[in-house]
C-alpha cells in the first residue's frame, strides 16, 4: 500500500501507525489496554481514508476528478 498508485501515501502511514500499536495484545495488562485504545484513532482515521478512495473508485468514470 506504500507504493501503491491506488492509495495515497498518508493513507499507508496512518496505517501502519494503527498496526503498530496493534501489535501489542490487549490482554497485557495495562499497556495493553493503552496500546489498544490508543490505536482506534489512527485505525479509524485509516478506515476513513481507505472508504473514501475505495467509494470514488466505485464511481463511474465521468464523475471522478480530475487528477487521479
Excluded at 501503491?4 to 498518508?10: E, I, K, Q
Excluded at 482506534?40 to 487521479?68: D, M, N, Q, Y
Aim: hydrophobic share 55%; proline share 9%.
Amino acid at each position: 500500500m506504500y507504493r501503491s498508485s491506488v492509495f495515497g501515501r498518508p493513507t499507508a502511514v496512518w496505517g501502519l501507525v494503527a498496526a503498530s500499536l496493534m501489535a501489542v495484545p490487549s490482554n497485557f495488562g495495562t499497556v495493553g489496554l493503552v496500546f489498544a485504545m490508543a490505536s482506534l484513532v489512527p485505525w479509524a482515521v485509516f478506515a476513513v481514508l481507505v472508504a473514501r478512495r475505495l467509494l470514488e473508485l466505485a464511481r463511474p468514470p465521468s464523475s471522478r476528478p480530475i487528477g487521479r
